[in-house]
Structures are given as structure tokens and as C-alpha cells.
């Protein structure tokens, strides 16, 4: 799938979607265009920070 972006110096470009989070970290873009609109990298919420596996005990399943 190809992402819609803005670089630093206002050009804008499609890019496939596994590079979109090699871009935002290198700050090599500004913003990129989701179905909802502009987001714009530094301001609005980009994604959620992953959370570590479950290390708890294994309660679903036939083991239950």
C-alpha cells in the first residue's frame, strides 16, 4: 500500500507503507496522510508504544 508524505522541504511523495516507520525515525518526513487526515510527526499521536509480552501464567486454553 502506498502512504502519502511530506518531506522537511514541502515536497510530497508516495512511499509503501513498511518504509513509513524507517521515515518518521530518521525525521526525514514532516507529516504522512492517513484516512482521517494529515498527521503530523512531533505533534499529533503517531502510534501507541508496543507492550512488553504476557509473563503471567497461561490461564486459556485446554491447560486451564
Known amino acids: 500500500m502506498l502512504i502519502q508524505v511530506s518531506y ?3 515536497k510530497y511523495d508516495y512511499v509503501k507503507d513498511f518504509m513509513l516507520e524507517t521515515l518518521i525515525q530518521s525525521g526525514t ?4 496522510r492517513r484516512r482521517t ?3 503530523r510527526i512531533g505533534v499529533d499521536p ?3 508504544p508496543r507492550r512488553e509480552p504476557y509473563a503471567g501464567v497461561e ?3 485446554a491447560n486451564a
Open 29 to 32: 518526513i514532516s507529516s504522512f
Open 46 to 48: 503517531v502510534r501507541t
Open 37 to 39: 487526515g494529515w498527521v
Open 8 to 10: 522537511d522541504d514541502n
Open 59 to 61: 490461564r486459556r486454553g
